[in-house]
């Protein structure tokens, strides 16, 4: 999660025995930054095949609009993250090069690549070759397909049009909403082989976030009404720079409802700009802060903060509990 899952995270999850996740950043010093952080970690664990693993046993996440392949490339020689994740391609097309470019660079690096539709699974599938692909549902927090669904139409018509393509064998993992056990059973049911969950890590110990951004997060409830997907939150702080089929999930926050309010785009970017220079970082409680705040429709079960490691094993448990449960029945 861009700027807020950096190494302390990443490594975090990973040594729970999940997959951590460094979020896309813009700059690759702070990508080395952050690789670091969690290569620190990872050598002072007594995790054998944490230790001796011949990768970094980590993700590291990359907005292919944003950065130029030839400056990653060297990062992900150098650290040999176990996943590089890709997301937000100016053109699908994209994603093939910057495949290839990568498995030479790093071989033993797995590539996941995010998507949030049906055709766009398939194209990458057969242009890129992903090792896994991440369902994205139109629940998620933060940047997504703006033409998109949820997950529990997504996974499913994508794993049949996979299979009728002859791309059935590229593992499947489902995001978007999924916060607790509950998500985690129900993506399992759809067929997915594991999930990504990036609003219930913005209430762990690790994350870098404001404290008033994860104030906001805390205390939102009924994600269907307190977050909404908008390209508006691109445009906050100046002209949006995202490629046009992406919008984002944010929490309904002022800037928003004075859009609705028939505000002018220039005087909300002025508010917006002006706010962002104050303690809270433009982020207040009670969704009257002028900042973004991206979550996902999960926001509502987001309710404490915790250690990364109980949130990995809680979830595990819940889901395994609640599988056990409905196969018995
Ligand atoms: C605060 C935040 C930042 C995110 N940043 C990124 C990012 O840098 N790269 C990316 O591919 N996805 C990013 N995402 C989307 C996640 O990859 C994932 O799809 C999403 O968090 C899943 O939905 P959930 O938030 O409901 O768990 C971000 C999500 C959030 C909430």
Request: proline letters at 4%; one cysteine or more; aromatic letters at 6%.
């Amino acid at each position: 999660m861009a700027g807020s899952a950096g190494g302390a995270l990443a490594s975090a999850v990973s040594l729970s025995g999940g997959v951590g996740m460094i979020g896309c950043l813009f700059s690759l010093d702070d990508v080395r930054k952050e690789l670091n952080i969690a290569a620190k970690n990872f050598k002072a664990s007594s995790n054998p095949s944490i230790s001796s693993s011949r990768t970094l046993p980590l993700g590291v996440g990359f907005l292919t609009f944003v950065l130029n392949l030839k400056d990653v490339l060297p990062v992900v020689e150098e650290f040999k993250p176990a996943i590089v994740w890709l997301f937000a391609a100016k053109e699908l097309d994209d994603y093939k090069v910057w495949a290839a470019e990568i498995r030479k660079a790093s071989p033993e690096s797995n590539i996941w690549i995010q998507v949030g539709n049906v055709s766009a699974a398939v194209h990458i599938a057969r242009t890129a070759s992903p090792d896994v692909l991440c369902l994205q549902g139109a629940d998620a927090g933060g940047h997504g397909f703006e033409k998109g669904c949820g997950i529990i139409s997504l996974l499913p018509e994508s794993a049949d049009a996979l299979v009728k393509e002859g791309l059935g064998q590229i593992p499947l993992v489902a995001a978007g909403g999924i916060v607790d056990g509950r998500g985690v059973a129900a993506a399992l049911a759809l067929g997915a082989q594991g999930v990504v969950m990036g609003t219930r890590f913005l209430a762990s110990e690790q994350i870098t976030i404001h404290p008033a951004y994860q104030s906001a997060v805390l205390e939102a409830s009924d994600g269907g009404q307190v977050t909404k997907r908008s390209k508006l939150f691109d445009e906050l702080r100046g002209p949006n720079m995202w490629p046009a089929a992406y919008d984002g999930r944010s929490l309904v926050v002022q800037s928003y409802k004075d859009h609705l309010g028939g505000m002018s785009i220039e005087e909300i970017q002025k508010l917006h700009n002006e706010a962002v220079k104050e303690d809270d970082n433009g982020f207040k409680p009670g969704l009257k802060g002028r900042a973004a705040i991206w979550a996902g429709t999960g926001v509502g079960m987001v309710k404490e903060v915790e250690s990364a490691r109980d949130i990995v094993e809680g979830v595990r448990r819940d889901a395994m509990e609640i599988l056990g449960r409905v196969l018995k029945i």
